[in-house]
């Protein structure tokens, strides 16, 4: 039982001996030189990604010749009479008159509101940014009152809050500096075109939304209206409030 014991650990030893010395490490095959031109040699677990893809999509093209072989010719559903047929391709019939009024009105309605959610959304954004970006080449707008005993003590006094408080010039910072500021005020302009646009966007939105509304309303000439514009311009027929 003791020569047992023995032999044992010394396997252990010769195995952790055997596990801590280097080995060589088998690299996979390169394409051959004289095969370069068909590009990378395909490996086993390439060919493995390549046949799966393969037998799915046979599978995917046997399951469909068999329902094609075993179509009833005389099956029916009501949704034959919606749809047709062109160039083998399935086409629906156009859905526009799909939601009713009401539902329309609603969605415009969500619409409009998103919109102006963004145009909220942008302008704080843009007060953020003005209010972090700096005017270059001015004096800071905050101001303290000196006290000088006489004519020697006051010139002193402004010679010394001249040197304190002049900004350094826009040249005279620091590369990085200049560029995060140079970003800074380009996205303050895209922002406030963006602004523009939504703006812009909701006006035209509200506009429909008013136009689907009830009510007789005609679209106005232009030697009617008062402040020309590029615009249509519509007036509503008053109606009486019950």
């Known amino acids: 039982m003791q020569y047992n014991r023995r032999f044992v650990t010394a396997v252990l030893k010769m195995s952790s001996l055997r596990n801590a010395i280097p080995r ?18 395909e490996k086993h677990k390439d060919y493995v990604v390549r046949a799966k893809a393969y037998h799915k999509k046979e599978a995917a093209l046997q399951k469909l010749k068999e329902k094609a072989a075993f179509r ?41 509101g998103y919109i102006m959610q963004k145009v909220q959304t942008e302008k704080k954004k843009i007060e953020k940014l003005t209010a972090t970006l700096h005017s270059l080449g001015k004096q800071p707008s905050n101001r303290h009152v000196y006290y000088a005993e006489d004519r020697e003590e006051a010139k002193e006094i402004n010679l010394q809050t001249s ?12 590369m990085h500096i200049r560029k995060e500021t140079a970003a800074s005020y380009r996205e303050l302009e895209a922002r406030k075109g963006r602004v523009a646009e939504l703006e812009k966007l909701y006006m035209d939105m509200a506009m ?14 232009e030697d009617e209206i008062v402040t020309p514009t590029s615009k249509p311009v519509f007036k509503w027929r008053p109606e009486r409030k019950r």
């Open 24 to 41: 060589k490490a088998h690299k996979e095959r390169a394409q051959p030189h004289s095969r370069k031109r068909f590009g990378i040699l």
């Open 72 to 112: 009833n010719p005389d099956e029916f559903y009501f949704k034959m009479i919606n749809t047709k047929t062109v160039n083998g391709v399935h086409k629906l019939e156009s859905e526009a008159n799909k939601y009713t009024p009401e539902e329309l009105m609603l969605m415009k309605t969500q619409d409009i």
């Open 163 to 174: 040197r304190v408080g002049k900004l350094p010039a826009f040249e005279d910072m620091p």
């Open 208 to 221: 429909q939304k008013e136009l689907q509304k009830k009510g007789k309303k005609r679209k106005l000439r």
